[in-house]
């Protein structure tokens, strides 16, 4: 089992910033996948960022078209944590934000219980 732990989400006007955190502990093996997803009131949940851990290419970054050049998500292997750093919010980024996992070998994922963000205009 993985438990995770966000936080960092909160009230911020449009223009700003906020660094989300997520920490895994439990049964984390070594090639993962962890990343954020969103999801706004109405809307299905999508895909934020996710990096890599563990393999081939390991600290591969991949971005949604919406947040690329204003997000960056990073990781420390060594405390099982990631990150999303916020930059230049929008008011369409307010959304709850939830941390992902996937064990890539074992074929699970996990969720966090959501961090909300709401950016005003």
């Known amino acids: 089992q993985v438990q995770l732990v966000e936080s960092g989400g909160g009230l911020v006007q449009a223009g700003g910033s906020l660094r989300l955190s997520c920490a895994a502990s439990g049964s984390i093996f070594s090639i993962n996948i962890m990343g954020w997803y969103r999801q706004a009131p109405g809307k299905q949940r999508e895909l934020v960022a996710t990096i890599t851990s563990g393999i081939t290419s390991s600290g591969v970054t991949n971005y949604a078209d919406s947040v690329k050049g204003r997000f960056t998500i990073s990781r420390e292997n060594a405390k099982n944590t990631v990150y999303l750093q916020m930059n230049s919010l929008k008011p369409e980024d307010t959304a709850v934000y939830y941390c992902?996992?996937?064990?890539?070998?074992?074929?699970?994922?996990?969720w966090g219980q959501g961090t909300q963000v709401t950016v005003s205009s």
């Open positions: 992902n996992v996937v064990l890539v070998i074992q074929r699970q994922d996990y």
